[in-house]
């Protein structure tokens, strides 16, 4: 009798490989399935190790492109970020990987779907939701929710020695406890000694990027071009000689290469999750924070100022929420994706951009096609088009209700 089949999602890691090996103890036939989603990994030596332990296949999707056009660039269009500092790295692959993993799932008629996400984080909750929505029929193996596992493996130290007894090899060790997630967006690390949230990450831990104070003492510039709010192309200098990027993965993974030799994109932070506790994370996104924080600077130029305000107080917060919670696949995140394509249509031009010892600042910005800045208009020199007297008007106006809110302070004798 065939056994039935599970399609879990491998990264070659200590969690996943011995889910593996436990799920054929339980008696699955089991297709690994691992996303290339730009991480630094030897997928041939993952695969190699999973066929080891005993799965029947592996897929290796290459989705860096998707991921990249779907995900990091509507990210970059409406500004997303995650309680004020986290530009959503891991968040934004998964409904790649989800995505991809039921179609290799329905390809080898699997039953099931596995992942080796923990049962305190936001990732079992994003990749579920994103499962049930893509097959809602779909059966969700959990290893980190079942009792029989958890009780068995109540740790990383219980990991590493089931691996050891069956000749799983490992990069973790008991040493260096913390958990990694990389992806061409960013590497996150937490757990471990990172649990204390007044632990100084280690140095040896960031991977990414370049100690900032070892950074080159000279800084490095480069020029970003929008579309639609969409990096379109990447001016830059290697060498002596200077080099043009259009290109959309080679794009982001040469400002991502820029950024690291720099040391930019570092944060430690402590964030709410989803499902209602607070966690302790360090991340590097180095080649997003640059695009994020050029677009930024180019809507200040060309986005109209009342577009911009609806846009900031509802789509960007939303987007982001959505994104974090894993609720890609909902009406929701659909709608919003329209409106961030509808507030995009005029951020149009450059920004000169200058990234430093782990800083990045912007030199300066133009636009060919948008209007919105009048430099006569603004210029403290002349006048322009602008009629100064018209100024008297408008703060007679807006001062109205402010001087009857003057007034009642006054008699009931509190002070402003």
């Known amino acids: 009798m065939a ?22 103890e339980k008696g699955y036939s089991v297709i690994c399935f691992m996303a290339d989603v730009g991480q630094e990994e030897d997928f041939e030596a993952a695969k190699k190790k999973a066929m080891k332990i005993g799965a029947e296949k592996v897929y290796v999707e290459d989705l860096r492109r998707e991921f990249i056009e779907e995900l990091c660039f509507p990210a970059i269009q409406c500004n997303a970020i995650y309680e004020n500092v986290y530009l959503l790295g891991t968040s934004l692959a998964r409904p790649v990987i989800a995505r991809s993993q039921i179609k290799v ?6 039953i099931a779907v596995s992942h080796g996400c923990t049962g305190k984080g936001n990732d079992q909750v994003r990749f579920e939701l994103a499962f049930y929505a ?50 061409l967006a960013h590497c996150s690390y937490e757990a471990g000694i990172l649990e204390d949230p007044d632990t100084t990450a280690p140095e040896d831990m960031w991977k990414l990027t370049v100690d900032p104070t070892k950074a080159p003492n000279t800084p490095e510039d480069f020029i970003l071009f929008f579309t639609k709010g969409l990096p379109t192309k990447l001016e830059y200098t290697e060498g002596s000689s200077k080099k043009t990027i259009t290109d959309s993965t080679e794009l982001f993974l040469t400002v991502n290469a820029i950024a690291r030799r720099h040391g930019v994109g570092r944060i430690d932070i402590v964030e709410n999750r989803f499902i209602g506790l607070k966690s302790r994370g360090c991340y590097e996104t180095p080649g997003l924070t640059c695009l994020r ?54 951020v149009n031009g450059q920004v ?20 919105l800045y009048d430099m006569s208009e603004s210029s403290m020199d002349e006048i322009g088009s ?3 007297e018209d100024t008297s008007g408008f703060i007679a106006v807006q001062a109205i209700r402010l001087k009857k809110f003057g007034e009642k302070k006054q008699e009931a004798g509190e002070k402003l």
């Open 3 to 24: 056994k039935d089949k599970v399609c879990l999602a491998y990264s070659g890691g200590l969690d996943t490989s011995c889910i593996l090996a436990w799920l054929i």
């Open 105 to 110: 799932a329905q390809k080898e008629g699997c």
């Open 134 to 183: 893509l097959q809602p029929s779909i059966k969700v193996i959990a290893p980190w929710r079942d009792p029989v596992f958890y009780n068995r493996f109540k740790g990383r130290n219980d990991l590493l020695d089931y691996a050891a007894k069956a000749g799983i090899p490992t990069t973790q060790s008991k040493a260096k406890p913390w958990s990694m997630d990389e992806n």
């Open 293 to 346: 924080a050029a677009h930024i600077d180019l809507e200040g130029l060309v986005l109209d100022r009342e577009v911009r305000a609806l846009r900031d107080q509802f789509v960007t917060f939303n987007y982001a929420k959505i994104l974090y919670n894993g609720l890609y696949f909902s009406p929701e995140r659909e709608f919003l994706e329209e409106s961030i394509v509808a507030s995009q249509k005029h």
């Open 352 to 371: 000169r951009c200058r990234v430093y010892k782990g800083s990045f600042t912007v030199l300066g910005r133009s636009s060919e096609t948008e209007k």
């Open 386 to 388: 602008f009629v100064p």
